[in-house]
């Protein structure tokens, strides 16, 4: 798929295969808008606007967000490569406190966290301006990571461990943080993401988007506005949003932000089913009559048994919804093939973790 999708990475986000499947099979109006109320990194959002519709993405998490809205205008490269030159990034000083120096020391060489802390403010100070954004979006994703691509002495890419975590391991390996310098690498990034031609028609079909931060089961959006759903809601407790992405809400400065975020986190199966249901009812709501939602899921286990989340789901339909009723159509799974990130996840196949993609499709009518 387009390499625009591997910008960044992010935790429990589905292949961009998945909602192209599903736009490919479902949508063929023109000014259709397909929704993903649980957007993350913005997967949904992205490949329906390569493939020429417009989108909505909504995530309670700021970080999701901003990866959603900084791809709402993809530039140049030529613009990208010009905005990125502008940039003063001097790296001996920067507003950087003393405490966040303290957290940031044992991923980055001093010269290198003036750098990042620089290219923080700018973008902060900056928010409507689309190439930075997209220059900001880039960086947080080469924060941290194991090659030399990456801002960080070697560490882990996808979470960000903690400082201490880390300080043991840098001294586990005999590391010490290298100079590395923030620009070269954002470029080299750029390039690659940029390497494929984008479809003429992506800014066009962007330029409709919206972004919102709703709850998923109380939306902003119009009764029957929505052709297409399709979207992973957060599995049983199987993810720390807050604790994994520590670093990248201090680069985005909404750190603060993420301690009262009410995501949904539940430990029992009954939970999840009752916080399900008040999101099928208000998914069922916003599509218009004939309009799908495809719920991707996967296996848990739970009290010791196998769970199939989609048949959960699947044993609460038909329900009645504002302007009609919502209904089971069809169970589609895609058997994965084992990753090499499953791999270091320590998930062996279909035996722990999730390893398949189970949808349950659902219509209104
Ligand atoms: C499994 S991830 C979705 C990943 C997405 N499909 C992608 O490809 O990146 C679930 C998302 O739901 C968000 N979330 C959790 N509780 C939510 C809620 N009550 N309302 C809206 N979003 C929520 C989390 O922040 C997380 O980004």
């Not at 031609?197 to 709850?215: T, V």
């Not at 009290?303 to 009645?320: C, D, K, N, T, Y």
Request: proline residues 4%.
């Amino acid at each position: 798929m387009h390499p625009i999708h591997y910008t960044v990475s992010y935790r429990a986000s589905f292949k961009p295969e998945l909602p192209d499947f599903f736009i490919q099979k479902f949508v063929n109006r023109k000014n259709a808008m397909i929704l993903d109320p649980f957007g993350g990194r913005g997967t949904t959002a992205i490949q329906s606007n390569l493939n020429g519709f417009g989108a909505v993405h909504n995530d309670l998490s700021p970080i999701a967000g901003f990866l959603g809205r900084a791809r709402r205008r993809i530039p140049e490269l030529a613009e990208l490569k010009a905005r990125l030159e502008t940039l003063e990034l001097d790296s001996r000083k920067s507003s950087i406190g003393a405490e966040e120096f303290r957290r940031l020391e044992p991923f980055f060489h001093e010269r290198t966290i003036h750098e990042i802390q620089n290219l923080k403010q700018m973008h902060l100070e900056n928010a409507d301006d689309t190439a930075l954004s997209y220059i900001a979006l880039t960086a947080l994703s080469r924060l941290h990571g194991h090659s030399d691509g990456f801002f960080s002495v070697y560490s882990f890419p996808q979470i960000s461990i903690m400082p201490d975590a880390q300080r043991r391991n840098n001294a586990k390996r005999g590391l010490v943080p290298v100079y590395k310098e923030v620009k070269e690498r954002i470029w080299k990034k750029m390039k690659r993401d940029l390497s494929q031609p984008l479809n003429n028609d992506f800014n066009r079909a962007a330029s409709r988007n919206r972004y919102l931060a709703c709850d998923a089961r109380s939306l902003d959006l119009d009764t029957g506005s929505i052709d297409l759903i399709v979207t992973s809601p957060p599995f049983l407790d199987k993810v720390d949003y807050k604790k994994d992405n520590w670093m990248r809400a201090w680069f985005l400065g909404v750190e603060d932000q993420m301690d009262d975020l009410p995501l949904a986190i539940f430990a029992r199966l009954e939970q999840w089913k009752q916080f399900m249901k008040e999101a099928m009812i208000e998914f069922g709501r916003v599509l218009r009559p004939g309009g799908h939602a495809v719920i991707e899921v996967g296996e848990v286990v739970s009290s010791g048994e196998m769970v199939f989340l989609e048949r959960e789901l699947a044993s609460m339909l038909p329900l009645q919804v504002e302007g009609g009723h919502i209904r089971a159509v069809e169970i589609c799974i895609n058997q994965q093939e084992f990753t090499k990130l499953a791999n270091c996840w320590k998930v062996t196949n279909n035996s722990r973790g999730t390893n398949t993609n189970r949808c349950l499709v659902f219509q209104k009518s």
